[in-house]
């Protein structure tokens, strides 16, 4: 697990797609969060159920039931509290610190850049490519990542300013990052995306998030469920 330090960044963006918008000021706690997507070797031993064989792949085709089980699966196996990222967490982390960059390697479009080309047959195994500043991987490509909050394409205009965690109710689930099915299979850092919770496809995953604050303060039930 990698730390990311408690602190404020610009979330969202202006001059792309409405629902990034407006850009705000957020303030985030220190958090673990995982250098990679869950892959298939680390998912075999909760579910043996996986799309794609290789071990080193993130795993793929789960919904978001089925990642947040995975998270209270490992907080029990662990001892500690795992969960999935808000999607304010994972924007701080896919930054990795550098808040003036469009992508988490920075500001080349990913069609220059050459591990983003041709067509991938599905994902490609995890850590392949340059970590961000965070020493992060595949923060932006290779397949959508699963957040813990509801989607709401107007959220930004009344989000709180410290630790936001989505609206209380929703029909979709905040997703992050590129996807190998992708033509263009690097996303920006404010991209937003979301897909109702119990829809499986063969370009979503997700990472884990460990809480650092001593009383667990991120580690809560999802909003509007409980």
């Not at 404020?8 to 797609?17: A, I």
Request: charged content about 25%; aromatic content about 16%.
């Amino acid at each position: 697990m990698i730390r990311v330090p408690g602190g404020s960044f610009w979330m969202g963006s202006e001059g792309h797609y409405a629902w990034e918008s407006p850009k705000h000021w957020v303030f985030i706690d220190a958090f673990d969060i995982a250098p990679t997507s869950v892959t298939c070797r680390d998912y075999a031993d909760f579910s043996p159920d996986s799309s794609f064989v290789n071990p080193d792949e993130p795993v793929v085709g789960v919904n978001w039931y089925e990642a947040v089980a995975y998270c209270e699966w490992l907080t029990k196996l662990k001892g500690e509290p795992y969960r999935l990222p808000t999607e304010a967490e994972w924007e701080k982390a896919c930054r990795g610190g550098r808040p003036d960059c469009e992508y988490a390697w920075g500001n080349e479009p990913p069609e220059s850049i050459e591990y983003f080309q041709g067509k991938w047959n599905g994902p490609r195994p995890v850590a392949t490519w340059r970590a961000n500043d965070f020493g992060l991987f595949n923060m932006g490509d290779n397949v959508h990542e699963w957040c813990m909050d509801w989607f709401a394409p107007d959220y930004y205009a009344v989000s709180p300013s410290e630790n936001p965690a989505g609206p209380l109710a929703g029909t979709r689930r905040v997703s992050r990052g590129g996807s190998w099915r992708h033509q263009i299979k690097g996303s920006r850092c404010a991209h937003r995306s979301s897909l109702p919770p119990e829809f499986r496809y063969a370009d979503y995953g997700f990472r884990v998030v460990r809480d650092t604050s001593p009383e667990g303060r991120g580690w809560r039930e999802a909003p509007g469920e409980g």
